[in-house]
Each structure stands twice: as C-alpha cells, then as structure tokens.
C-alpha cells in the first residue's frame, strides 16, 4: 500500500463514528475521588485517604473542590472516639436535576429528576409522533417548563435533558437517522431545537436504548450483561455488555424485530422482508392472527383486554409470539451471555403468557453454559423506564470523571 493510501485509510478510520477516544483523568483529580463518593456512604477524608492512597492534603483539596461545585455535602460528623469528630462528606444529588423526556409513537412522559435518578415530578400526555418534530418537541417543552415551575427549579440547575425517541438516532449529534415510524424527523437537531429553550446539555438515544439503561440503573445496577427487550408496536432491544450501552457502529446494534423467526411464516414485514420477528410477534402482529380468527375490531388495546379476561386464543396468541421472540433471543443468550434479560413495552403487559413462551424457547435452545445463571423477568419500573433511563443518559455523561474536572478548574 502507498504512503498516501496508508495515510488516507488512517484518515477514514479516525472518522469512523464508534471510533473510541480514551481520555486520561488523573486519579488524584477531583472527578475520579467524586466516583468513589457517588455511591452516597458519607466518608471523612481520612476515609477517602485511606480508599484511595493519597495524601491527605490531596484529599482536603479534592473535597473543597466538589464542596464548592456543590456535588457533595457535609453530612455531619461521624461517631469517634474522642476528640473533635472528624465531618463526612457524601454525594449531594439534590444539587442539581435532570430533565427525562420520553417520547413514544402516541404519547409522551416528561419527569424532573434529581442526579440520582429519584422522580420529583412527572406527567404523561398524549401526542402525535407524526405530527413532526417541532409540535411534539414543544409540546414537550411547555410540560418540562411546567414541571420545572412546579418543583420550583430553574432551568439553569438543569445538569442536561435526556430524550428517548422511537426510531434510530445518530448519538453524537442527537439526529434520528431514517425513522421508519417519524415522518419528519430524519435528520432534525433534536438538541439544537431543544436548546433554545433549555440552553444545557441535551442527549438523544432511541427509546429502547434508553428504557435498557433506566432499567439497568434503576433495578439491576450490579449486573454488567443485561439485554432489555421492547414488545410493543416494534420488537427492539437495548444491549448493556459489560456494564455499557452498546449502540453499535451506526446506533443499530440491539435491533431484534428485523431477525428472521427460525421457523416462522413468510409474513412481509414492514422493512420489506419476510419472516421478520417484528412481522410475526409484535402487538399488531397478534392483534392481526387474532382478526383473522374472527375477533373483530381487535386494537392493542383490546387485545391486552382479551389476555387480562383469559380467552384462551388470545392467550395461545401471545404464547405463540413468546416462542418466536424466544427463539431469536437464544441465539443472541449464545451470542452475549447476558446474566438477566428484562422483557418489557406494552406487550409485557400481557404478562405470564409472554415470559413463559420466551422462557421455553431460550432455555432450550440456548447452550447450558449460557443459560446457567440467566434470568428472564419482566420489567420493574411500571413504564418509567424510558425517563429513568433518559435521566441516566445524562448523569452517566455528565458526571464522569473529565467532566467534573472541566467543572472544578
Ligand atoms: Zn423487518
């Protein structure tokens, strides 16, 4: 290869959009002693002397470092044994919030949340994802403004505002890329339309990404290998390998609804394919077979009635679609090795039927090894997940080690 070549092909590789830039904090800096303190134990600096090995004079000047960006707090002193007791220190999440918008197809949840992720306020409204991007994200603004108010919060507290959607996102520059369901929004600066309005930091993922992290954040913290599966309108899936996010080279990693069922029927899908899990198991999916066997009139809606009344088609519908998201999901168990699976959207609604036709597939078609530790369970945070995880979007961000440095000098 020529000189010119080599250095062409450099060139491109650095321009690639999962290229990784490792940035080097200083474990002495005052960012990388607030990851120790995040966690909310109140600690003395003879504490954090000891937990981290540096000198104290290091840690004095540390912790009146985050004391006067505000991220910790005196908490008191701690019990001694005699003397003067030396104060603590822990993480202040009340300090600043964060603002979680969730934007589904027909509705949206907007929350004010503290840099814990704890929910101060949150409200649930109808909308339309087709009506484009400047209605919806107003509509979205007008509510966060009321919450805000109603907290009595400024919008200068805000840390940042995080935003799920439905459909692919560019994440380094918040821009949907091709949404299939979002007439409009292809290409449209989401953060830059926001920001007019809440001048901060503003990050964008698709809505099964961020229902994955507010899942992972708010219930299973501790686990590094962890796949959130959306049933809804859509089938995707959200990929938390160990212990990150992982959007993939064009933010397309996790997208399972357009896997081809092992076994299924050439239903066209959508995308223009046949077979897809999407085609065969989402809501409209089973809402469809179930119209076909003489159940009229058949919504999303009616048809969660349906399985919450126990006719037995409709249970034997959903059972069916459990199997067939199951079978795909054994070959990504084998493929990932997560240790829990989170089933969530509004088909997990429809409950026992749903896990238990997932269950069967993926204990018995995935490799033992894989499955030995591996739980598949529904989905805890009752529809928050999507604002929890906005909001984690922008605490995991916001909150790492170079940022607070950039705060503190
Ligand atoms: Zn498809």
């Known amino acids: 290869m020529s000189q010119v070549a080599e250095v062409q092909q450099a060139g491109e590789l650095s321009q690639a959009s999962d290229s990784v830039i490792p940035t080097v904090v200083a474990p002495s800096s005052a960012g990388a002693l607030f990851?120790?303190?995040?966690?909310?134990?109140?600690?003395?600096?003879?504490?954090?002397?000891?937990?981290?090995?540096?000198?104290?004079?290091t840690i004095a000047a540390r912790v009146e470092e985050l004391l006067g960006i505000g991220l910790i707090a005196p908490t008191g002193p701690s019990s001694?044994?005699?003397?003067?007791?030396?104060?603590?220190?822990?993480?202040?999440?009340?300090?600043?919030?964060?603002?979680?918008?969730?934007?589904?197809?027909?509705?949206?949840?907007?929350?004010?949340?503290?840099?814990?992720?704890?929910?101060?306020?949150?409200?649930?409204?109808?909308?339309?994802?087709t009506s484009g991007p400047e209605?919806?994200?107003?509509?979205?603004?007008?509510?966060?403004?009321?919450?805000?108010?109603?907290?009595?919060?400024?919008?200068?507290?805000?840390?940042?505002?995080?935003?799920?959607?439905?459909?692919?996102?560019?994440?380094?520059?918040?821009?949907?890329?091709?949404p299939p369901i979002m007439p409009g929004w292809d290409g449209f600066d989401i953060p830059g339309?926001?920001?007019?309005?809440?001048?901060?930091?503003?990050?964008?993922?698709?809505?099964?990404?961020?229902?994955?992290l507010g899942e992972h954040a708010a219930v299973h913290p501790d686990v590094a290998n962890m796949m959130f599966v959306k049933v809804a309108t859509g089938v995707g899936s959200g990929l938390i390998?160990?212990?990150?996010?992982?959007?993939?080279?064009?933010?397309?990693?996790?997208?399972?609804?357009?896997?081809?069922?092992?076994?299924?029927?050439?239903?066209?899908?959508?995308?223009?394919?046949?077979?897809c899990l999407e085609a065969a198991a989402s809501g409209p999916a089973i809402a469809r077979k179930l119209r076909d066997q003489g159940f009229d009139q058949l919504g999303h809606a009616e048809l969660l009635d349906l399985v919450a009344e126990g006719e037995p088609k409709a249970l034997q519908a959903v059972r069916h679609a459990g199997r067939q998201i199951g079978s795909v999901l054994a070959g990504c168990v084998n493929l990932l090795n997560p240790s829990v699976i989170v089933i969530g959207g509004s088909m997990a609604l429809a409950g026992d039927q749903l896990l238990a036709g997932i269950r069967e597939k993926v204990y018995s078609r995935s490799l033992p090894l894989a499955t030995q530790h591996l739980r598949i369970v529904g989905s805890s945070t009752r529809g928050r997940a999507g604002v929890l995880g906005a909001s984690a979007l922008v605490t995991q961000q916001m909150l790492a080690a170079e940022r607070i440095n950039a705060l503190v000098s």
């Open 35 to 57: 990851q120790l303190l995040r966690d909310g134990r109140p600690r003395t600096r003879a504490d954090l002397a000891a937990a981290t090995g540096f000198a104290r004079s």
């Open 80 to 129: 001694s044994t005699g003397g003067r007791p030396p104060a603590t220190f822990a993480f202040n999440p009340e300090t600043r919030s964060v603002l979680a918008v969730d934007v589904g197809v027909t509705h949206a949840r907007v929350a004010v949340t503290d840099l814990n992720g704890r929910i101060l306020v949150q409200h649930e409204q109808e909308l339309d994802i």
């Open 135 to 178: 209605n919806v994200l107003d509509a979205v603004a007008e509510t966060a403004e009321g919450l805000l108010a109603s907290v009595g919060r400024e919008i200068g507290e805000l840390l940042g505002a995080g935003v799920g959607v439905p459909g692919p996102v560019e994440f380094d520059t918040g821009r949907p890329t091709s």
């Open 193 to 212: 339309y926001l920001r007019q309005r809440f001048p901060v930091p503003i990050l964008v993922d698709n809505d099964v990404n961020v229902m994955a």
């Open 241 to 275: 390998s160990g212990g990150l996010l992982q959007r993939g080279a064009q933010g397309a990693a996790g997208d399972l609804g357009h896997i081809a069922v092992p076994d299924g029927d050439a239903s066209l899908c959508r995308c223009g394919n046949v077979g």
